[in-house]
């Protein structure tokens, strides 16, 4: 599968913000699109995950009730809606399809850069 981002920018605490994450190579319903992170410093971290059908979201606790995974109706791009982000949110944000939620993933997009300032 390969994955295209978009959509990172820098952003004041607070702001919202919209990733976008367009996939190709394979089937839709045949992976999982999640998406991650990793801050300077630290090691990548999972932050959402969407299967096939509505309902099968999947979120860290850090970020539940403020971001928000989709996927469109053709579930070749998924999205993540960030509300009232916070400077800890800052680091380079990845799509990722893979065969479960939360981990065997086997493709990765080059990653995008947000930042949180505040």
């Known amino acids: 599968v390969q994955l295209v981002e978009s959509g990172g920018g820098s952003v004041q605490a607070g702001d919202s913000l919209r990733l976008s994450c367009a996939a190709s190579g394979a089937p839709p319903d045949s992976y999982v699109m999640g998406w991650f992170r990793q801050a300077p410093g630290k090691e990548r971290e999972f932050v959402a995950a969407a299967g096939w059908s509505v309902g099968t979201e999947y979120y860290a606790d850090s970020v539940k009730g403020r971001f928000t995974i989709s996927r469109d109706n053709f579930k070749t791009t998924a999205y993540l809606h960030m509300d009232r982000l916070k400077p800890e949110d800052t680091g380079v944000y990845y799509c990722?399809?893979?065969?479960?939620?939360?981990?065997?993933?086997?493709?990765w997009g080059q990653g995008t850069q947000v930042t949180v300032s505040s």
């Open positions: 990722a399809a893979g065969d479960y939620p939360r981990e065997g993933y086997h493709s």
